[in-house]
Structure formats: structure tokens, C-alpha cells
């Protein structure tokens, strides 16, 4: 009986592991996020969301925007965690986007990914994975994924993040509602490098002038949404 009820719990905890890695994309560890998810989640239940308008979603780049300064006339949304990676985003979706009920998405993810040592098919594939929860979730709404930047810190990945790149933008150019945002190239010196000028001392996150930047190219984006 001992040696039956030893062999039935191992058979369930397997089960469960495998329920696990179905789950959410290989790699991906969106349980260290739960304390910004959550702290989210108190804040809708204080001013719940209002259907229709347009959240930001994704990492720090997203986290560190300043929307209400850069976008006043938007109803915008932001829902960015420092660190994270595309499967984060996507395990958590139904809190972060999907609840919102936004016309549109903006993500920007990707750049921790490839930095954590993943391979240009692999964020692709977590950006599918992300995307085909939109198509679930939000047949309606419009994504808008924002180009993995070019960064003076991570100038030793460009090769990846590049190649990254070209294959989501080849994704979304095969949906109708989806936009692939090129910031790549405007970030770009005469040198070929990344501008120096648009980022922090850390040479990896935006200063005010990168963000001036990316408000100027997303901003079309956001208009024809509306």
C-alpha cells in the first residue's frame, strides 16, 4: 500500500511539472515577478481599468517611460517590470493586458532575453507566444511590438537582438493588427553604433532624449489606433 501511494504521488508531481513546462515557454521563471504583479493588480483593484485604451507592457525600458509626460492626451496604461523577459509578459498577460480590455498593446521585450544568453529563435518564439495570446484573448485589439534597441552595454549582442528583429517584424507583417515598431536604425550613429546622446550613464537604458525618440516614431502608431 506504502510502495502504491509512493509511485501515485510521483506519478502526480511529474504530472504537475510537465502541466508546469506546458504552461509557460521554456526558460522562463515568472514567479520571481509575483510582488510587481501583485503590487498591479492592488492598484486596478483601487481604480479599476477602463476598457478601450492602450497599455505598455514589458521591461524596463517600458517601466521607466513616462507616459503621462510623453503621451498627456493618450489613455495609456503602464504595466512595464524592470528585468523581465517576453515569457514574463505572456504568463502573466491576462493581468497585465488582458483585463484592460486596451485597443492596443504596446510591448517592448526582448533585450533581457537575448542578454540572459537566449537565441534569436527563442525570443521569436516567445514573442509567438505573447502574439497568440493576443489573437485569443483580444481578437480585436492591435499589438504594436517595439524593435529590441541597439545599447552601448549590449553592443556584444547586436548580431542577436538584430536577427531577433528581422523575424518578428517578418510575424507581425503576416497580421493585419499587429505593427512592428523599428526604433533600431534611428538609434544608430553615422559610425554605425549605438547614439550615446540617448542613453543613461549605464549606456543601456534611455535618458530623456531616447525617450523623445521612441515618443516621435510611436506616436503615428498610437494615432492610427484611435
Not at 214 to 224: F, N, Q
Amino acid at each position: 500500500m506504502i510502495h502504491f501511494i509512493r509511485n501515485t504521488v510521483c506519478l502526480l508531481l511529474a504530472w504537475l511539472a510537465i502541466s508546469t513546462c506546458q504552461a509557460q515557454p521554456l526558460g522562463c521563471s515568472p514567479q520571481k515577478w509575483k510582488t510587481a504583479i501583485d503590487e498591479f493588480v492592488a492598484a486596478d483593484e483601487k481604480t479599476p481599468p477602463t476598457p478601450g485604451g492602450i497599455v505598455f507592457v514589458g521591461s524596463s525600458s517600458i517601466r521607466l517611460w513616462d507616459l503621462p509626460k510623453h503621451f498627456p492626451e493618450l489613455p495609456a496604461v503602464n504595466r512595464g517590470f524592470g528585468g523581465s523577459e517576453l515569457c514574463d509578459s505572456s504568463h502573466y498577460f491576462n493581468q497585465l493586458v488582458a483585463k484592460h480590455k486596451p485597443r492596443l498593446v504596446v510591448l517592448y521585450a526582448g533585450d533581457n532575453d537575448v542578454a540572459l544568453g537566449k537565441k534569436a529563435d527563442e525570443v521569436v518564439r516567445d514573442f509567438t507566444h505573447f502574439s497568440e495570446k493576443m489573437k485569443t484573448s483580444l481578437p480585436e485589439a492591435r499589438l504594436a511590438y517595439i524593435a529590441i534597441k541597439p545599447s552601448l552595454a549590449r553592443w556584444d549582442k547586436a548580431s542577436v537582438m538584430h536577427d531577433a528583429n528581422e523575424r518578428i517584424a517578418a510575424e507581425c507583417r503576416k497580421e493585419e493588427r499587429f505593427t512592428f515598431v523599428d526604433i533600431w536604425q534611428p538609434m544608430l550613429a553615422a559610425d554605425g553604433k549605438p547614439r550615446q546622446e540617448l542613453f543613461r550613464d549605464d549606456g543601456l537604458h534611455l535618458n530623456e532624449s531616447g525617450y523623445q525618440l521612441w515618443t516621435e516614431i510611436l506616436r503615428p502608431v498610437l494615432k492610427s489606433s484611435e
